[in-house]
């Protein structure tokens, strides 16, 4: 159903917020020693969820696991820390400007459908 | 840890981050107040603690949160110093000296606020957006 109301943007949606949550994952961990950075492979993860969703196998365990990768530092630290916050907060802010851009267009959907309901 | 049975959330995940770098900077500031204290032993000089920090992994959502393991005392060493007329100076007319570095402390303190700012701008941004897709009609 919200595939074919929303098509690309519900599943985009999805991905878009866990990896808002990964990304805010490594900012809180910036000082944890030996924690490695992550971030969803945003392009891999949509096309498997869409896959999923066309009725392919599901994943193991409903998350993007699979799409979740390790960043590799610019600069490795002593304490095996991986966390470069300048990069996190770049993706953080990239990230969220693109969840709301996706939001919009979930919202320019149901406003276009609401009207058609309505019949105005 | 009291949220641990529940899924982790962004809002529990930055609580916890919150409250770890809050743990570092009491550990700094416990330093710093104690830097210059003296000892007439060598054993009961004030030795610098340090918060330790570990990941915790929620498996259900990918999160991973900071939990601060308890405290440790670092070995520096405490200066011994010559000091015959100090009321705590030892037989020999000694003071032990706490090895805590000021500047040390400070960085630690500044970085620890720098961290905790993040998480709350990190917070802040997703909350909005939380936010504003409730609020779509």
């Known amino acids: 159903m919200s595939e074919a109301l929303f098509g690309i943007h519900g599943a985009a949606l999805e991905v878009r917020s866990q990896r808002m949550g990964v990304l805010a994952s490594n900012i809180a961990n910036a000082a944890t020693p030996g924690y490695k950075a992550r971030d969803i492979d945003f392009g891999a993860a949509l096309a498997d969820r869409l896959e999923q969703r066309r009725g392919g196998p599901s994943m193991p365990n409903g998350l ?18 991986t966390v470069e916050l300048n990069r996190e907060q770049l993706a953080f802010a990239e990230n969220a400007l693109a969840y709301s851009a996706t939001l919009s267009f979930v919202q320019g959907k149901v406003n276009t459908l609401t ?3 309505k019949g105005e | 840890m009291s949220v641990s049975d529940r899924p982790m959330t962004l809002f529990t995940m930055s609580e ?3 409250s770890a770098q809050l743990v570092r900077m009491n550990a700094a500031t416990s330093n710093l107040a104690n830097a210059g ?19 915790e992994l929620d498996r259900a959502t990918g999160l991973s949160s900071v939990r601060s393991d308890g405290l440790v005392r670092s070995e520096t060493a405490p200066t011994k110093r010559y000091d015959p007329g100090h009321p705590l ?5 000694y003071v032990f000296e706490t090895g805590v570095d000021e500047s040390a402390e400070m960085i630690e303190i500044m970085e620890s606020a720098r ?17 504003e897709t409730l609020r779509s009609e």
């Open chain 1, 115 to 117: 009207r058609a309901l």
């Open chain 2, 89 to 93: 100076a030892n037989g020999e007319g």
């Open chain 1, 64 to 81: 993007d696991a699979d799409h979740l990768l390790y960043r590799a530092p610019t600069m490795p630290s002593l304490d095996g820390n």
């Open chain 2, 37 to 55: 204290s003296v000892s007439s032993t060598e054993e009961g000089a004030y030795r610098p603690i340090r918060a330790v920090f570990t990941a």
């Open chain 2, 16 to 18: 916890q981050a919150m």
């Open chain 2, 115 to 131: 961290q905790y700012q993040n998480v709350v701008q990190a917070l802040q941004t997703a909350k909005q957006l939380m936010i």
